[in-house]
Structure formats: C-alpha cells, structure tokens
C-alpha cells in the first residue's frame, strides 16, 4: 500500500515546497489541487507513545490518511454527487457525504427566517417558523434516502459498464438518523379537510422544486425533518427543514421545503411528468412510481479493488427496500448457480439499508458475486432479464436489477453484469 | 422549592390513574391537546403571496396573455442560451420534437412527452430562466410557452395563450401515462 511508504517530508517542507508549486502556477486542474491537499499530512511520530498528542478542538477532522469524496458532476446547476458507498462502514451515511441532488443550486437560506406555510384545504392556513416546528412532539427514525435514477447506469445492454465503483453506480443512496415533526402533527393543527387525497410540497430553492403527494402516504410516516445524524441537517440535504418520505424516491422528498398545499389532486409539476416518470414497453410511462422496491450491491470486493490473494475474504454489502423490512439477502459466487444466505446486521429497521455480511474462501479462480435481496412483502430482487421482460429495455428510473461483480484470477474486480447478459 | 415540586410529579406519575392530570404542580401527566396552537394564522395576503402554482384544470393561472409571437421575442432574450436556437439543440433540455411517441418517446420534450400544457406555466414561472428565476411577467410567460407550443406543432401561429387557452390544449399523448402498478410480493413490474 502507498501509505506504508508515505512521503517523509514534513510539514514546514511541505508547505514551502507546495507555496513554489502555487508560485509557479503548476495548479491547472481541480485535480492539481486536489493532489496537493492530499499532500498535507502532517509527519507522523515513528513511536506516538514518545510524544504527546495534540489538544481537544472544537469539530474534529478525519484521520488524514482517511478521505472519503463524494463523486461530483459536472458543476451544473442541476447536479448530483455520490455517496462512496466503498468506502463507509455500517450503514448511517456521514451527513457530509451524504449523496446530493439538485435543480437549481443549493440556495443559502437563514433558519431564522425560514417559514412553512400550510393552506389550501384547511380550516387555518398557518405559517410555521423553526421554533414553531421545534416545539412539536418530535420523532426520529432511520431511513435511507435513494434517487430513483440511481443504478440507470447498468440497465443499457449495450452500455453495460465495468469499470465502475458502487459509489459511481449507486452512489444516489444514502442512510441518516433523521429527526423531525411528522407531517400529520401540522395537519391536524391546520385542521386538514378530510377529503383532502393530495398534497403540493413546494422547496424555496432557485427552482421552487415541487411535487404531489398522496395524503394517504403523509398520514402514514410523512416526516418534516430538520435533524441529520445528531445535527441540523445540511444544506445539501435541505437545510433547514425538508419532506421525508420514507422508502419513496428521493425526488418527492423535497428540500428546502417552504409550502404545503392540500389539495384534492395532484398539481402534475415538471418533475412528475416530464421527469421521474418510467417510459415502459408498449409506448407507456409509469407515473407517480414512488415505491424504492427491494436491492442490494455488494460494496467489498467491488470495483476498482483488487483482492492480493485467494483465501478468506468477507463480502459485504448493503440491502434496501422502500416497501418494509428486507428479511433476506442471498450471495452467489458462481455467476448464480448457487447461492447461500448472507449475515444481516441487526437491527434491521424499516426502509432502511442494513449491512449484509458473507465469508467467503476464494480459491483464487474468477469468480462472478452477486447479491439478491428479499423483502417482507416476499418480493425478490430481480435480474435485468426479468426487468427487461417486464418493462423494456429502455425504462428509465427504478433500476433495481441485481449487481454483478466479477473478480478476475489476478484478483482485480470489475463490474460484471455484462457477463450475464 | 424545585426538589419538592419533583416529588410531586413522581407521587403523581406513580399514583394518579393512566390519563388523569395533576392538580398543579408542573403540570407533567397531563394529556396533550387536541391541538397546540404553535404557529401563526397565514393571512389571505401571505397565502396569495407563495400560492403560485397552477393546475392541469387551470386553477392557479393568472390573468394576462400572450402570442407566438410576443413569445419568439422572449425566447430569443431568455431562452436560445440554454435551448438552442429551434429548441432542438441544447445544451439543456430539448423542447421541441415532432417526432412521435410509438414504442418509446423521442425523449422528453415537451410535444413528444409532456402530458399537460399547464405543467409549462408552473415551471416557467417558478424555475426559468435558470439564472433569473422568476424574471418573466405573466404576459411574457403566457407568450414564451404559446412559442414552445407552436414550435411543436401543437397550437396554430396565431394562437394566443391565456387563463382559458391554456388549460384547453390537449397534449397529445396524456393518455400513455399510467399509475404505477408495482405493488410488492412476488410479481415482476
């Protein structure tokens, strides 16, 4: 491993040597620079029994040989990031890496000044402030998050990738205690009309970002969050307050979240017409395809891993699904002729992701992983050939298909479904 | 004073029968109410403010109208950046096809996809132009989406967009949308 011979110099050499580099204009590229924060590590003792430590700090920082990135895009305005799923451990997602996706930038907005407003069918339209949110009864529950585009990139028969990550394929997935009001709470108060069937949730970010949903689902788990593992939550993620639908795509749960109308019908904005919505076979499209239903990937081995010899190696991974509990996850290590039951780690909370283990001895021959997760509703996770029956080969969104790692005799694995298919 | 305003919480905690409030005291035991009360009425003013979506019926459209080719101006000024010249080229959206819907769409644009006309309106006038959000009047708006609409093949040159226009216009492959009939359990959809 590079660390083990991690450069000697130290940091006052370090930083006269890096000052030269920015003297002589040799950053060009966001990579350059990159490079030369991943330079700035500090020497350490050869013996840390020999030599205090260093003092308590107000926020801490990660170990400096530790640097888990998102997976940025192109700086658009619409954009995304990914989650290094290879790189985390458990299942809760720190919330700086929790993955981001946005339609318009993510805007700077005040908690002092934010406000929900509540109105439409209601006895009492009502704006809410932060402290007025804060002063509810408050709940938090585990949930992942996932954007229903996320695994698009394996479904194309003809675009079948290899060399590609977890973190660059199923990255738009993320896990968060997540602390709030339930949204029925504010309902109530507002006295809700009960032939009221939809809400508009409306964001107040530079795209007004917003979409309908069922009232049946906001009286179900409908969360107003504004807490993230521990803390307020982020402004990627919706500072300071955002919908939480549970097990639903990312997409409905909307940021920012400044407006609530209850309504009797869904509004049919941009992003649940002409996006998010699942062109199928047969000249249809899906819509209101809300339901994250069950999936897996392991996450170790995984692309661009290299296993540096045969032996006992634990495979691991995370499962999912929006619809409940996932009660089982299988691992094949023979392209899926046979297939054994992983270790689930407890507990396994609904809707959201639980860490699946499998020990395995390889005996140093190449060898196709997969894993396929079972959810309480009996549902299993399907093949891409089972996919493509049902839908087409074209349907976007809601990739569910099981994942396939192939790990070469040299040890080196790539993504493997084009193996199968 | 604190000490023994305690003991009284815990005697009544521990004594009083399940749902009975504490004669005084901290007032811990009590049922909640009905309804707490935090939060401010929305006045009429407020709500009109924010409440500017529209739906596919109409409702939520303003007064105002515009032409094709009031539109063509606007979309020249605001738009051609971000979605080409004829509304074919990028790099952002495609807006404009003719090419039809037979087993998969010609992408997502707004004659080849887009099930109502009234989703135009809603966007527009919450997310465009991208860097100036918000920056079109509502006669500026009603014109640029009566452009986008012409340039489908959807209404005629000199058609006019407005509050009744609008909703009127049948998009052409609405019906093609169909509720999600993934339910769970063991069937494949």
Redesign the interface.
């Known amino acids: 491993m590079a660390s083990n011979n991690r450069s000697s110099i130290s940091r006052r050499t370090w930083i006269a040597a890096s000052s030269g580099v920015v003297a002589a204009g040799l950053i060009k590229t966001k990579a350059d620079a990159v490079k030369l924060v991943a330079q700035e590590v500090p020497t350490p003792p050869d013996d840390p029994t020999k030599v205090p430590g260093r003092f308590t700090s107000e926020v801490g920082v990660r170990a400096p040989e530790e640097r888990p990135r998102r997976l940025t895009r192109s700086q658009t305005?619409s954009s995304s990031s990914r989650t290094p799923l290879q790189e985390l451990q458990g299942t809760i997602t720190p919330a700086d890496l929790h993955f981001e996706r946005h339609?318009?930038g993510i805007p700077d907005i005040r908690a002092g000044r934010h406000e929900l407003?509540?109105?439409g069918m209601v006895e009492?339209?009502?704006?809410?402030?932060m402290a007025?949110?804060k002063?509810?009864?408050s709940v938090a529950r585990t949930y992942f998050l996932e954007c229903s585009g996320n695994g698009g990139g394996a479904y194309n028969r003809e675009r079948m990738p290899v060399e590609i990550s977890p973190q660059a394929l199923d990255g738009l997935l993320s896990t968060s205690e997540w602390v709030g009001v339930p949204v029925k709470t504010i309902l109530?108060?507002v006295g809700a009309d009960p032939a009221a069937t939809w809400i508009?949730a409306?964001g107040a970010d530079?795209?007004?970002?917003?979409r309908s949903v069922p009232m049946e689902k906001i009286m179900d788990d409908a969360l107003l969050a504004y807490g993230q593992n521990g803390e307020a939550i982020r402004p990627e993620q919706g500072y300071p307050l955002r919908l939480l639908l549970p097990g639903w795509e990312g997409n409905a749960s909307v940021k920012w979240l400044?407006?609530i109308?209850v309504?009797d019908?869904?509004?049919?904005?941009?992003d649940e017409?002409?996006?998010y919505?699942d062109?199928?076979?047969?000249?249809?499209?899906?819509?209101?395809?809300?339901?994250m239903?069950a999936k897996s990937t392991i996450t170790f081995p995984a692309y661009p891993y290299t296993l540096p010899d045969p032996g006992w190696w634990e495979i691991q991974g995370l499962a999912w699904t929006g619809?409940g509990r996932i009660t089982r996850v299988d691992i094949s290590t023979d392209g899926g002729r046979n297939w054994t039951e992983a270790e689930l780690q407890e507990p396994i909370l609904p809707k959201s992701t639980v860490r699946f283990r499998h020990l395995w001895n390889w005996d140093g021959s190449e060898s196709l992983l997969i894993s396929r997760a079972v959810?309480e509703?009996?549902?299993?996770q399907?093949t891409v050939q089972?996919?493509w029956?049902?839908?087409?080969e074209?349907t976007a969104y809601h990739n569910n298909q099981q994942r396939v790692w192939k790990v070469g005799a040299d040890g080196a694995v790539t993504f493997g479904l084009g193996d199968l298919v | 004073m604190r000490q023994l305003a305690l003991a009284t919480m815990v005697l009544a905690v521990g004594c009083a029968p399940a749902g009975s409030s504490s004669a005084g005291g901290s007032g811990d035991g009590a049922e909640p109410p009905e309804r707490f009360g935090f939060g401010s009425p929305a006045s009429a003013e407020r709500v009109a403010m924010w409440d500017i979506d529209v739906k596919p019926d109409g409702e939520g459209l303003p007064p105002g109208s515009g032409t094709v080719a009031e539109g063509e101006q606007i979309y020249l000024m605001h738009c051609i950046a971000c979605h080409g010249p004829t509304g074919t080229e990028g790099p952002n959206d495609v807006l404009v096809t003719q090419e039809p819907w037979e087993e998969w769409p010609a992408g997502r644009t707004v004659g080849g996809y887009w099930p109502y006309a009234t989703t135009l309106y809603d966007y527009t006038v919450k997310a465009m132009p991208q860097l100036t959000p918000g920056i079109l009047t509502a006669d500026e708006t009603y014109a640029v989406i009566a452009y986008i609409l012409y340039l489908n093949d959807l209404v005629p040159e000199d058609a006019v967009m407005n509050a009744e226009t609008l909703p009127a216009i049948e998009m052409p492959y609405r019906d093609r949308f169909v509720p999600d009939d993934r339910t769970g359990g063991s069937v494949i959809r």
């Open positions: 305005l339609h318009a407003l509540v109105h009492r339209p009502m704006v809410f402030s007025d949110l002063r509810y009864p109530n108060e508009l409306e530079a795209a007004v970002m917003s400044r407006r109308e309504t019908r869904p509004t049919m904005t941009r017409t002409s996006r919505t062109p199928l076979k047969g000249g249809l499209s899906r819509q209101f395809s809300f339901f239903d619809r959810d509703t009996g549902y299993v399907p089972q996919l029956e049902a839908r087409g074209r």
